[in-house]
């Protein structure tokens, strides 16, 4: 199945995971989707902070598993050692390697937190979490704010939400040299630019990349600390 923004809304919260599209091979053990990126979250940048604040912890379901090992599903199911010292997750008393089940009320999408915690005290307690990326803006959001903190890459909206930024799977975005993932991420952030904000559905072609919008993508400046670039900072470099 291609992907057809209009005919295939994938970012409506009110139809939950209606229309998500998986990719499976039972014989194999491989259940995963075929359209939207993955994103792995570990560090707690502000704009990190900022999207866990608005998840809301769940069930697990058939989504979840497919962010997870299969070998690891089950700990979906166990309660945290903080919950249950005996939980089947729980190392030692103390320790623990569970997951936890949210979903991004915004976009409708699953999220899965990987619990990491050492036996004892002072070590290692760390949570990541495990997303997939919207393929679009919700209906009736604009474009307003490109930003890359530590490696991720989000959007905020003019209404104010912060989002992952929209991506396409096997479409990775990068920074920072000649290659694919800077050439993704141009070809995005030119379609914006060109359409005004209107089209923000990921999958862009490589070869629809603006020259200058890919000559700041490939460039060392860009992967420094945390940048921002405006919708008419965009533009202004489309019409340089």
Known sequence: MSYQPPGLNLTDPT????????????????????????????????HVQEWLGR?????????????????????????????????????SGSGCVCRRAFYDPAFGLPVVAEHFKHVGEGGTDRWTYQTYAPLDLRPGDAFDRFVISRGLFW???????????????????????????????????????????????????YEKAHPAILAWAQSNSA???TNELSLSDLKAMVHS
Do not use: W
């Not at 069930?59 to 089947?88: I, Q, Y």
């Open 55 to 91: 998840l809301v912890r769940c069930e697990p379901n058939a989504l979840h598993c497919t962010l997870v090992e299969p070998k690891k599903m089950s700990a979906l199911f166990h309660p945290c050692v903080k919950e249950d010292r005996n939980s089947p997750s729980a190392i």
């Open 223 to 225: 992967e420094r600390g």
């Open 155 to 205: 959007v905020r909206t003019e209404k104010g939400l912060l989002s992952i930024l929209p991506q396409r799977h096997g479409l990775g975005y990068n920074v920072g040299y000649s290659g694919g993932g800077p050439h993704a991420l141009a070809a995005y952030l030119s379609q914006v630019a060109t359409t005004n904000g209107e089209n923000t559905a990921a999958g862009t072609p």
């Open 15 to 46: 139809k939950g995971y209606l229309h998500f599209v998986v990719y499976t091979e039972p014989r194999l053990s491989i259940a995963t989707t075929s359209l939207n990126a993955d994103v792995s979250i570990e560090d707690r940048t502000p």
